[in-house]
């Protein structure tokens, strides 16, 4: 039996090892629904979440990721205030900080479709959606992940990246889409891996600050939309 009742969660400001954490201990859940469902022969709903959340600085490196592409050492870290976890999704290294929006959707598959391409395409186009709110274009950049700016052309820069884990076609992890994100923080890295190309927010964009909340729901529905949810 299908379920697109999806349980949506605001963590607010939280530390990345706990929301983590967190995160494990919910993707852990839901794939032990799922276990028994086949073990007892059943077709009981599976839990499915969409979790909002910001972090203090962090720097993330993922499983295909280089250590090298983070630019800073011990001290360094201290220095920015930043902590620094390798951790077991896709991608390489990425930022997260006050003024992003961090979405981890831990949703089986199975109740939406298994198609892991079509998943993250369906993440970037409800970015694409909300940025197009603003009245900014944005678009997919040729074989990458994530949201681009002028992917066309020379002045490409990422709004928003990308990296998801897959277990028995439950998702954990997902995107950092950048609002009124401090992008100093950003020269401290090689983002994703991809060392000529920049990095940009709503916020630059813009040439304003923008209220995060209101994007947050502009990016909430547009998720719900596209998958056809029903926040709960």
Request: with cysteine; charged share 25%; glycine share 8%.
């Amino acid at each position: 039996m299908k379920n697109k009742k999806v349980i949506f969660q605001d963590w607010g400001l939280l530390d990345y090892q706990q929301a983590w954490d967190r995160q494990e201990a919910v993707f852990a859940e839901t794939l032990a629904e799922k276990s028994l469902n086949r073990t007892n022969g059943t077709d009981n709903p599976v839990t499915n979440y969409l979790i909002f959340v910001e972090h203090p600085h962090v720097y993330t490196l993922g499983k295909s990721g280089k250590p090298e592409n983070l630019l800073l050492d011990e001290e360094g870290l201290k220095a920015k205030e930043a902590a620094y976890y390798k951790i077991n999704r896709g991608g390489d290294i990425t930022y997260h900080g006050p003024g992003q929006i961090v979405g981890y959707p831990i949703l089986d598959l199975d109740n939406f479709f298994t198609d892991i391409h079509l998943y993250l395409r369906t993440l970037e186009e409800a970015v694409i959606l909300t940025l197009a709110d603003y009245g900014i274009k944005s678009g997919r950049y040729e074989g990458y992940t994530g949201v681009w700016l002028d992917a066309d052309n020379d002045k490409a820069r990422k709004i928003c990246a990308m990296g998801v884990r897959c277990s028995r076609w439950v998702t954990m992890h997902g995107f950092a889409f950048n609002v009124n994100t401090d992008l100093n923080y950003f020269k401290n890295i090689v983002p994703c891996g991809i060392d000529d190309k920049d990095v940009t927010s709503l916020e630059r964009e813009l040439g304003y600050k923008p209220d995060i909340e209101e994007v947050r729901q502009k990016l909430k529905k547009h998720i719900s939309n596209l998958f056809e949810m029903e926040l709960c």
